[in-house]
C-alpha cells in the first residue's frame, strides 16, 4: 500500500509538470490579453524552454511517451497561431512598469529553463575521447524506453558512480506507458518483466549470478546490488546487466556466447525499486566504457524499437 501510494503521488507530480503545467501555459496563449509583441514574446520564450526542459528531462512513459510529442507540438503550434491571429498588428514595446516587469519576468524564466534544457541535450553527447563499444541491442520484439543514460547526471544517476555510462532499460505499450495500470504491485504488470534477454556480443562470461530474490516493488536490496547478473567479455571490455529474473540465467562463468543468444529474462532483483534492465560496461580495470547500440548512443527519453 505505501508503495502503491508513493507512486500514485510521483505519477500525479509527473502529470502536473509535463501535462498539465504546458498545457495550461498553452491555454493563456489563446485567453490571455496581451498588450504588446515584446510581452508576448517573453511569455511564448519561457513556455517553449519550460516545454523543452521537460520535454528532455523527465520520465514520460509514467504519462504515456506519445504526449510527450502531443506537448512539444502544441508548445511551437500555439504561439505561431496566436502571434497572426492576434498578436501582429500590437506595439511592440509595453506600455507602463508593471507590463515591462511582466516581460522581463518571462525573459529571465526562458533563460533559466534555456540553461537547464542545454545541460540535459548536452548529455546526449559522450566526450569523443572516451573509449566505446559497439553491442547489439539485448532486447527485442517491442519498444524500448532508456530511464537512465548520458553523458552528465542530469539524465543520469549513474553518472557519479563507477557505471557512469550505464543504461536503465524498460519496455512500453502501443501506448507509451512502461506498466499496466497506476502503481500496481504485480511485478507481471510491468512489460519488461520477463522479456528474454539476448547477449549483447559473442565472448566469455568471466561472472554470472541466477540465486537472487526478485524484490516486492518498490523495496531496493542495498546489499546485492546487481542481484541476479551476467557479466561477458568482449571486444576488450566488460559488460555487465543486471537484474534477471531469478532462476532464468542460462549461462555460467567460463561458457562462451554468441551474440543474439538468449543468456535469461528480465526481472526485478537486487538494487532496483521496478523491473529493468541494467547495463553498463568498462575497460576490465573499472574504468567506464561507453556503449553504443548499432552505431548509436543513448540517453534517457531513448527509445529503441526492436
Known amino acids: 500500500m505505501a508503495f502503491e501510494i508513493s507512486f500514485l503521488i510521483e505519477t500525479l507530480v509527473i502529470a502536473v509538470v509535463c501535462l498539465v503545467i504546458p498545457l495550461a501555459f498553452v491555454a493563456v496563449q489563446f485567453l490571455a490579453k496581451f498588450k504588446s509583441r515584446l510581452g508576448w514574446l517573453s511569455y511564448s520564450l519561457a513556455t517553449f524552454f519550460y516545454t523543452l526542459f521537460v520535454f528532455v528531462d523527465l520520465f514520460w512513459p509514467w504519462v504515456s511517451m506519445h504526449s510527450r510529442y502531443a506537448v512539444m507540438v502544441l508548445a511551437l503550434a500555439a504561439p505561431a497561431y496566436v502571434y497572426f491571429k492576434k498578436i501582429k498588428k500590437l506595439n511592440f514595446k509595453p506600455e507602463g512598469k508593471k507590463r515591462w ?34 553491442l547489439e541491442f539485448p532486447l527485442r520484439g517491442g519498444a524500448y524506453y532508456v530511464s537512465q543514460g548520458g553523458s552528465n547526471n542530469q539524465l543520469n544517476m549513474h553518472f557519479a558512480k563507477l557505471q557512469k555510462y550505464a543504461y536503465d532499460i524498460l519496455m512500453l505499450d502501443a501506448f507509451g506507458f512502461r506498466a499496466k495500470g497506476i502503481g500496481s504491485q504485480n511485478l507481471e504488470d510491468y512489460y519488461i518483466y520477463k522479456q528474454k534477454i539476448f547477449a549483447p556480443c559473442s565472448g566469455r562470461i568471466i561472472e554470472a549470478n541466477n540465486n537472487a530474490l526478485d524484490m516486492p516493488l518498490g523495496q531496493k536490496n542495498s546489499v546485492d546490488f546487481n542481484g541476479n547478473y551476467v557479466v561477458v567479455e568482449c571486444e576488450g571490455a566488460r559488460v555487465l546487466m543486471a537484474h534477471f529474473l531469478q532462476g532464468s540465467v542460462l549461462v555460467k562463468a567460463n561458457d562462451q556466447v554468441s551474440a543474439g543468444q538468449e543468456i535469461g529474462l528480465a526481472g526485478n532483483s537486487g538494487n532496483t525499486l521496478e523491473p529493468h534492465l541494467h547495463i553498463s560496461a568498462d575497460d576490465g580495470s573499472g574504468n567506464p566504457v561507453v556503449i553504443e547500440f548499432d552505431g548509436k548512443t543513448l540517453a534517457r527519453n531513448s527509445v529503441v524499437v526492436k
Open 101 to 134: 516587469v511582466f516581460a522581463c519576468a518571462g525573459f529571465l524564466a526562458a533563460a533559466v529553463f534555456l540553461f537547464i534544457s542545454i545541460h540535459a541535450i548536452s548529455a546526449y553527447f559522450y566526450p569523443a575521447d572516451a573509449k566505446t563499444i559497439n
